[in-house]
């Protein structure tokens, strides 16, 4: 059983980014996961769950904070994401990274730390999108999904795999106010 732990944009939000991305036929991304902002990916993140008292433990000190998302970007040419602009989420992530403390070897694999780039998936080749597909997506994405919504963050949501591929929400912890 795998874990990661997001951030969820306002519901009106995730709504129409859910939509937007059901809008593309061959496109499996919303069977995985509902739309989020990934804090910290998988590693380090046990079965056993010892590491949620931490994960709490953390937030129950760190004050809620603004967020924005912003335009469409690429990760190479297989991955399309918004943006995100949020200084303090970086802060939480490293908090967070250090407190779990994984592998360096996990912390590489997972782009975490140094590497690590706050976003919101839209589309993905892995999910039976076509690089063309995700082409005209981030075009169309700059027209369907703005504005950008600047919203505050005051929690965080811990997600399990229920199946393989799958993650359904486990737990939200909320920040500090």
Same mark, same amino acid.
């Given at each position: 059983m795998q874990y990661f732990i997001g951030v969820v944009p306002p519901e009106p939000y995730k709504n129409k980014v859910e939509a937007f991305r059901n809008s593309w036929e061959n496109h499996r991304i919303n069977e995985a996961v509902e739309p989020h902002i990934t804090l910290k990916a998988q590693?380090?993140?046990?079965?056993?769950?010892?590491?949620?008292?931490?994960v709490k433990e =953390?937030?129950?000190?760190?004050?809620t904070f603004d967020m924005t998302i912003g335009k469409p970007?690429?990760?190479?040419?297989? @991955?399309?994401?918004?943006? @995100?602009?949020?200084? *303090?989420?970086? =802060?939480?992530?490293?908090? @967070?990274?250090?407190? @779990?403390?994984?592998?360096?070897?996990?912390?590489? *694999?997972?782009?975490?730390?140094?590497?690590? =780039?706050?976003?919101?998936?839209?589309?993905k080749t892995f999910y039976g999108m076509t690089k063309q597909e995700l082409i005209d997506m981030a075009q169309l994405a700059e027209e369907e999904l703005t504005p950008y919504p600047p919203f505050k963050v005051d929690f965080i949501r811990i997600y399990r795999e229920v199946e393989p591929q799958k993650y359904e929400r486990y737990m939200d912890i909320p920040l500090s106010i």
């Open positions: 590693g380090g993140l046990t079965p056993d769950e010892e590491w949620i008292t931490k =953390v937030c129950e000190s760190f004050p970007k690429f990760f190479f040419d297989n @991955i399309l994401y918004l943006s @995100i602009v949020a200084e *303090q989420l970086s =802060v939480l992530h490293e908090k @967070i990274v250090k407190t @779990i403390n994984p592998s360096s070897e996990l912390i590489k *694999q997972y782009f975490e730390l140094d590497d690590f =780039v706050p976003h919101m998936s839209l589309g």
